[in-house]
């Protein structure tokens, strides 16, 4: 490789580390203080998603309860989740031609981009592009261990395996909660065992590949 693809596939990998980065710790902070701001929000009793607009569950009296500050927060950085993470997943694709994982990558990050800009009120759009976008980042966490270093691949499988066991966990919930909610989660706690690690997952993956940038 000459001096100059290997600079732009330097650049490459920087530019997809600090975008994945960004995508997730942005995520992680915006969704607390979105949480703070819905009167009477639970962990617990409320999926993610309801703090766009509640439709059919938990705090919802009416089809749809909208509350604006809330709504706008989470839709915003559901939206730059998965935008960031399409970056990501384009540059490290330009740098290093791994066509399984981007697909995945791309997929999670298409998943999110799209439940940002539809929210509840178009619930079978939005809930089929949530569940895209958890099955995609649960096997691009998997499949990411091909390439990431002891013990950061091993981190990544474990993380990507609970997302995708918690998936199906709410993906068919009837027969699972009937056993006291899952240890008592909830719907919202298990959704959380979806979504944090993936985002978890997002945040360690970004520094690992910036960090390999940096050395080379």
């Known amino acids: 490789m000459d001096r100059h693809s290997e600079g732009r596939r330097t650049r490459s990998l920087s530019i997809a580390g600090g975008a994945a980065f960004l995508a997730a710790a942005q995520w992680i902070l915006l969704v607390i203080v979105a949480e703070t ?3 009477g929000y639970s962990v617990a009793a409320n999926f993610l998603s309801d703090l766009g607009a509640t439709c059919h569950r938990g705090l919802a009296a009416t089809p ?8 706008l927060i989470w839709n915003t950085t559901l939206s730059l989740l998965g935008l960031l993470s399409l970056v ?3 540059f490290f694709y330009r740098a290093t031609r791994r066509r399984a994982f981007t697909i995945s990558f791309a997929i999670f990050g298409t998943g999110a981009l799209v439940a940002g800009v539809v929210p509840e009120t178009l619930l079978s759009v939005h809930e089929t592009a949530s569940l895209l976008s958890f099955l995609g980042g649960g096997v691009a966490a998997i499949l990411a261990t091909r390439f990431l270093k002891t013990p950061i ?3 990544s499988a474990a993380l990507g395996a609970l997302a995708l066991i918690a998936t199906v966990v709410v993906a068919f919930q009837g027969p699972f909660f009937r ?6 989660l909830g719907l919202g706690g298990i959704e959380r065992m979806v979504v944090y690690p993936l985002v978890i997952w997002e945040i360690g993956f970004g520094s690992a590949i910036a960090i390999v940038a940096d050395r080379t």
Do not use: E
């Open 153 to 155: 691949n091993l981190f």
């Open 179 to 184: 056993w006291n909610g899952v240890f008592g």
């Open 37 to 39: 701001r819905y009167p």
């Open 64 to 71: 749809c309860v909208i509350v604006d500050t809330p709504s």
């Open 88 to 90: 990501a997943a384009v």
